[in-house]
Structure formats: C-alpha cells, structure tokens
C-alpha cells in the first residue's frame, strides 16, 4: 500500500504532498518542507559518496529505497532531477514502475498545463484524480 507521495523539484523544494493513507501522520506544511529539504540533500550527498562506478543517468545514483521497521522510502528520480518519493508499508519491494506512472501524470496533466509554472507546487485536480486512481489500483 502506497501511504504518501512527495514530488521535489530539482531544487530541493517540495512541489506536492499527499496522503493517501490514515495509517500515517499527516505533516504540517513546514514538516513536510524540512522532509523534502533534508531529503534532496541527503540524495545529494549519498549519490557523491557512492562507491559504485559512476553510471551515465543521474537517476541511478543517490538513494533509491530506504528501509525502516515499519514502512519503507521509495525514490524514483527522473531524467529532469524530480525525485517522486512514495512512502509505502514493507510489503512493497519493488516500485519503479508505479513511480515511473507517477511521473507519466506529472507530465500529462502539470506539464502540459500552459498554466502550470516549472519548480511551482502542483494545483491540479485532474492530477489529483488521476493519481488517486492509479494509487488505489496498485
């Protein structure tokens, strides 16, 4: 089950946040900026301190899943520096091509808005709506 998804721009700042679960808390506004803050750094410096070969993509560096005792971090980065973070329970191993879906919507339905500024949050219903299906059918 997928809990929550964060979206980072390239520059560190979280440009959506939502729960889809009330197994977890839900963060204040500035809880979930700190996370998204803290976390592009520590993605930063994880993919600096590697000490696997340096591949071509930026999106196989840095960290991709965090385990915890009760729920595990998953970080999909696409080829532009967005890091999709789902925070799911410890059943779900693998979750690349639900992340990779994520940033399907992102760009169909953010992207594609002649509306929607680059590294501004995300305020669309469409997108909400389409995720929530796609989270729901995972």
């Given amino acids: 089950m ?12 979280l440009i959506y946040h939502k729960n889809f679960s ?19 750094g520590i993605h930063a410096l994880a993919s600096k301190i590697s000490p696997a070969p340096k ?7 840095g960290i991709q ?8 971090m998953h970080c999909f980065q ?3 520096g967005i890091k999709f973070i789902a925070v799911t329970d410890l059943m779900q191993t693998q979750l690349t091509g639900a992340l990779g879906k994520m ?8 992207l594609k808005n002649p ?7 995300i305020r669309s ?3 909400d709506t389409k995720l929530l299906q796609l989270v729901q059918a995972h």
């Fill in 65 to 72: 899943t965090i385990d915890t005792k009760n729920f595990r």
């Fill in 2 to 13: 997928i809990h929550a998804l964060f979206i980072i721009n390239r520059s560190g700042g």
């Fill in 115 to 121: 509306f929607y500024n680059l590294e501004m949050p």
């Fill in 22 to 40: 009330q197994h977890i808390v839900q963060l204040s506004s500035n809880e979930a900026l700190i996370f998204a803050g803290t976390f592009h």
């Fill in 103 to 110: 940033y399907m919507l992102y760009c169909d339905y953010a």
């Fill in 125 to 127: 219903e469409m997108f």
């Fill in 55 to 61: 591949r071509d993509t930026p999106r196989d560096t």
């Fill in 78 to 80: 696409t080829p532009t």
